[in-house]
Structure formats: structure tokens, C-alpha cells
């Protein structure tokens, strides 16, 4: 999938792209990034990890109003970041359990740290989704909720990255993704779903 990108052409409540993660033991820390293209302006998903206890077990969304909501366990922390026009960008979302520190990057810029569950592990028998968010278990879409645009450079790892790293990321660089590793990336595509080029550099 390297320079590759999923393109999700039109609001739907039926397409969506499944990821399949190397998880062996409950999560205790975790960094997503992903690159997304989209002029929506009302809410869609960005990242949905989902665990049959726990719809929102890991959720990246973007609210009508320009806040990002960050979902662990159920839990929600929100961020601000500037509003631009519509153009390709970056995201790392980071959380710890030791100290429930949670961490928004937005093309390779920090948003100030919040906090949420503490002491939490996340499930490993996950369903990850994208283009969709999950209200159940692989299932519960609603397409108004949908992504409508591109996504790509979708990597999990399974500690907190250093900002250095994240913004080695963001430069085009990489760590050996141990979760989700675009450059391998294990997917089923269902619905209007299309791999092109990325637009991005």
C-alpha cells in the first residue's frame, strides 16, 4: 500500500475497509497516525477500533464544529486544532495507561495533552474500521457519519511514540509499525471502496 490510498467516492453506510492487527496481548499504550483528504464539512470517522465490550474502544472523529474527539474505552477527550481549507492531513493520536496521557498531533504540530481512563487496558479481539464509525461490533454504520474523501498511511504501534519520532512520521519516515504497518498492511475492502495513488507527497 505504499503511496497507495483508500478512496471513498460518495456518502454511504455500506462502504468500508476492514484492517486485521497484530495483537497478542491487551493494549497498555498506543500511537495511530494516518494522512486523510476530505472537504466534509459535517462529522465523520477518521479511525474506529472496536472490541465487543466497547464500540469506542479506540475512536479518532471529527465533529461539525472543527473539534476532534479522541475515544478510549468509552471515554472522551476533545481538541481544537485550526481550522484550514481543505487539504491533506496528518494525524497521531497517542495514550498510556500509567498516566492516561492523551495526545493529539495535527501535521506534526501537538495539541495541548489531556487525560482519560487511567489504568485501562484495551482489548485485543478488535475490529477496526475505516470509513465508517462503529456503533456495534463490525456493524451499527450510519452514513452521516461516513468518510467521504481519502485515507492513507494508516499505522498503529503499541507505545507512545517521542515527538521526534511522530514528526519523523509525519516527514514521510517510519518505525517499523508493530500493529497496523501500511507498507504490509493486511485489509478487505467492501462496498465503493477504491485504492489509487496518493495525493499527498
Known amino acids: 500500500m505504499h503511496t497507495k490510498a483508500f478512496v471513498f467516492p460518495k456518502e454511504s453506510d455500506n462502504s468500508f475497509v476492514t484492517l486485521t492487527a497484530q495483537l497478542?496481548?491487551?493494549?497498555?499504550?498506543?500511537?495511530?497516525?494516518?494522512?486523510?483528504?476530505t472537504d466534509l464539512t459535517r462529522?465523520?470517522?477518521?479511525?474506529?477500533?472496536?472490541?465487543r465490550q466497547q464500540d469506542?474502544?479506540?475512536l479518532l472523529f471529527k465533529g461539525k464544529t472543527g473539534v476532534?474527539?479522541?475515544?478510549?474505552?468509552?471515554?472522551?477527550?476533545?481538541f481544537k486544532p485550526p481550522e484550514?481549507?481543505?487539504t491533506p492531513m496528518h494525524f497521531c493520536v497517542t495514550w498510556e495507561s500509567t498516566s492516561g496521557i492523551t495526545e493529539l498531533w495535527v501535521d506534526g504540530k501537538p495539541m495541548v495533552r489531556r487525560s482519560m481512563k487511567r489504568g485501562y487496558s484495551l482489548g485485543t479481539e478488535?475490529?477496526?474500521?475505516?470509513?465508517?464509525?462503529?456503533?456495534?461490533?463490525?456493524?451499527?454504520?450510519?452514513?452521516n457519519q461516513s468518510l467521504v474523501g481519502d485515507i492513507g498511511?494508516?499505522?498503529?504501534?503499541?507505545?507512545?511514540?517521542?515527538?521526534?519520532?511522530?514528526n519523523t512520521v509525519y516527514a514521510?519516515?517510519?518505525?517499523?509499525?508493530?500493529?497496523l504497518d501500511w507498507r504490509a498492511l493486511k485489509y478487505k475492502t467492501y462496498g465503493e471502496v477504491f485504492v489509487k495513488r496518493q495525493l499527498w507527497p
Not at 43 to 51: G, H, M, Q
Not at 172 to 179: A, D
Request: charged share 15%; with cysteine; glycine share 8%.
Open 172 to 179: 514521510g519516515g517510519t518505525f517499523s509499525p508493530n500493529v
Open 43 to 51: 462529522d465523520y470517522s477518521l479511525f474506529s477500533y472496536a472490541t
Open 68 to 78: 476532534y474527539s479522541v475515544s478510549v474505552g468509552g471515554a472522551d477527550v476533545f
Open 153 to 166: 498511511d494508516v499505522n498503529m504501534w503499541d507505545y507512545v511514540l517521542s515527538p521526534e519520532e511522530i
Open 56 to 58: 469506542n474502544e479506540i
Open 126 to 143: 478488535a475490529s477496526i474500521v475505516l470509513g465508517q464509525e462503529q456503533d456495534a461490533f463490525a456493524g451499527g454504520f450510519d452514513k
Open 24 to 37: 497478542t496481548k491487551p493494549l497498555k499504550a498506543f500511537t495511530v497516525c494516518l494522512h486523510i483528504y
Open 84 to 86: 484550514s481549507s481543505p
